[in-house]
């Protein structure tokens, strides 16, 4: 608990106010709880044994004073403890998506989507409660009991006594009850992110699915999924339900030991009916928080798994460190020397060297997996290369910013992303929408014909992955993107492998139109592409196996394995 709040203090810190506002609340809550309870004696005495018609007006306006001030504190306590657990939530959902997005593409690509979503929403949901309610209403019960215990004392130290000797049995089978209570919690919180993962999979393939008939391999799959987690759930039930009957069997036992001390005392005449009455009524109040705090403490659990997962991913730190330099235009040349890359242990890239100055385009061909993909990535720092360096004018990558660097960069990759939002906000992503160079954009990259004719024109909203857009309408959306970049380099991963012939070729002379004081990167596996260049790297296995011309290129054999 104490790491928890360690972690979460920062959060925590900001609203002393509102703690303080809280806890005053709480008070005054225990406070008129306690004194309800010490009312019960004056009723009895001063109303029903000694007939008293003036405590007959003053006392019934007491306690309802007394529920008043206990249901105003309660209702200010509610809503103070409500306002800082919805604002931290808020704030720790922003930080961890900011520190995520902090994180490399290596985290991203090994840690399933679904349980992402699963920690920035269930797990950070889960400590809501512990960084405002459970606070407040331990600190609430905790005065409560500590109120009770004060009028159950006053009103008889022998009974009282007899009365809490009890609690003390209550402790080692709640500790064990904790300690299970927390290690199913880890297990239905993993379970939940596997679920969520399986979910957001199901989603993202619903088409692959329906083609192959998948649905009822996934649908059992997910029920197998749901099912365990459903058993944890009874699990935790069964369990996190014991403290009520352990605690209501021995506070029976300490009330019928009380019923028959207090019982012998007011036969005796020791005790009158309304010390009794007060008494009783304070002890059977008592064990109400008790049970309270106990549950608290319970279903704090939860909390502290939620935690620790959350803070799993905000204590991972970025393993490509920031350079300090800024990358300035004009970019003259990039050059690669002696570049190796490995994913894990698997070698990606094996000692690559290549050059390519402004105003140049270069090819790279070769089969799927030849290293094309890795050598974009490692020039634009998203992997850190194994060994040898990139250099941006005669300086190496590492020493730039990685911001400085990809805004002067743009890559239109083989797998297109469009984003749910308009199309001039998916062509200008990143950058400020400037609606004239959006058309430009547009017009540049042969998508302006279609978007023209659609109702809200660059203000259409596109679905989610651009559903409601063809493969090629999609490619050509991401290629208006890089151009509106204007970008200093320009990449083209496979750019124009879903657009037909026509339009291939319209996209061909848009890139030699604005080839003027760049570098651009072509992978291509199409002669009308792969022709732009004036330099063509063939690639197999991480290597690069030759550099020809593209004539030279398409007049080899190379052409007929790469096609």
């Known amino acids: 608990m104490k790491s928890f709040y360690k972690r979460f203090y920062p959060y925590i810190k900001d609203y002393y106010l509102f703690f303080v506002l809280a806890i005053l609340s709480s008070l005054l809550t225990a406070g008129c709880t306690a004194y309800s309870t010490y009312l019960v004696k004056p009723v009895l005495d001063e109303i029903f044994t000694n007939k008293d018609a003036q405590m007959l007006i003053i006392l019934p306006l007491l306690l309802i004073a007394a ?18 657990g919805l604002d931290i939530v808020r704030r720790v959902r922003e930080d961890l998506l900011a520190h995520m997005l902090k994180l490399d593409l290596e985290f991203f690509n090994k840690m399933r989507k679904g349980e992402l979503i699963a920690r920035i929403t269930n ?12 606070f407040a209403d331990f600190v609430r019960e905790g005065f409560t009991i500590i109120g009770l215990l004060c009028v159950v004392i006053y009103s008889n130290p022998r009974l009282a006594f007899f009365s809490l000797v009890v609690v003390p049995l209550a402790i080692v089978p709640i500790l064990i009850i904790i300690r299970h209570i927390k290690r199913i919690s880890r297990k239905t919180q993993e379970k939940n992110s596997d679920i969520t993962s399986k ?3 199901i989603f993202n393939s619903a088409e692959i699915i329906k083609a192959n008939n998948g649905e009822q391999i996934e649908l059992e799959h997910y029920r197998r999924e749901n099912k365990i987690f459903f058993k944890l759930g009874i699990k935790s039930t069964l369990i996190g339900g014991l ?26 005449g020791r005790m009158t009916t309304g010390e009794f009455g007060s008494f009783t009524t304070a002890l059977f109040m008592l064990y109400t928080p008790i049970k309270r705090m106990i549950g608290i403490v319970t279903s704090f659990q939860d909390a502290l798994v939620g935690g620790e997962r959350i803070g ?23 050059a690669v020397r002696g570049v190796q890359l490995h994913y894990d242990k698997v070698a990606a890239l094996n000692d690559i060297s290549l050059e390519v100055k402004k105003n140049e385009i270069i090819a790279l061909v070769g089969k799927s997996g030849s290293g094309k993909s890795s050598l974009v990535n490692a020039i634009l720092r998203l ?13 190496n990558i590492k020493e730039y910013t990685q911001k400085s660097l990809r805004d002067n960069i743009a890559i239109v990759t083989q797998r297109i992303f469009i984003f749910h939002d308009t199309i001039a906000a998916n ?12 058309i430009e954009s547009l017009k540049a990259a042969q998508m302006w014909e279609f978007v023209e004719n659609l109702k809200n024109g660059i203000h259409t909203m596109l679905d989610e992955f651009g559903t409601n857009l063809s493969g090629g309408q999609r490619q050509r959306i991401a290629i208006a993107r890089a151009i509106y970049k204007d970008a200093e380099v320009l990449i083209f991963d496979e750019a124009t492998s879903a657009l037909d012939i026509h339009t291939e070729e319209a996209i061909r002379g848009t890139i030699d139109s604005i080839k003027q004081d760049k570098i651009i990167i072509l992978i291509a596996h199409r002669p009308s592409t792969i022709s732009l260049a004036s330099r063509v ?19 080899s054999d190379e052409i007929q394995h790469n096609a």
Not at 537 to 555: A, F, H, R, V
């Open 312 to 334: 799993e991913i905000m204590d991972m730190q970025p393993k490509i460190k920031d350079g300090a330099q800024i990358l300035q235009a004009p970019i003259n040349d990039i």
């Open 383 to 395: 992997y850190d290369v194994s060994g040898g360096e990139i250099c941006i004018n005669n300086k």
């Open 67 to 84: 529920y008043f001030g206990k249901s105003l504190g309660a209702y200010a306590q509610g809503f103070f403890v409500n306002y800082i």
């Open 199 to 201: 979910t957001s999979e």
């Open 123 to 134: 797990d950070i949901g889960l400590i809501r409660a512990a960084v405002s309610n459970y």
């Open 243 to 268: 403290n009520g009957p352990i605690m209501e069997t021995l506070g029976a036992v300490a009330i019928g030991i009380v019923i028959f001390v207090g019982g012998s005392e007011v036969i005796g």
């Open 537 to 555: 790297y063939c690639m197999q296995e991480g290597k690069i196996i030759d550099i020809t011309t593209p004539q030279g290129y398409l007049n």
């Open 427 to 438: 062509v200008a992503y990143g950058s400020e929408i400037n609606e004239a160079r959006v």
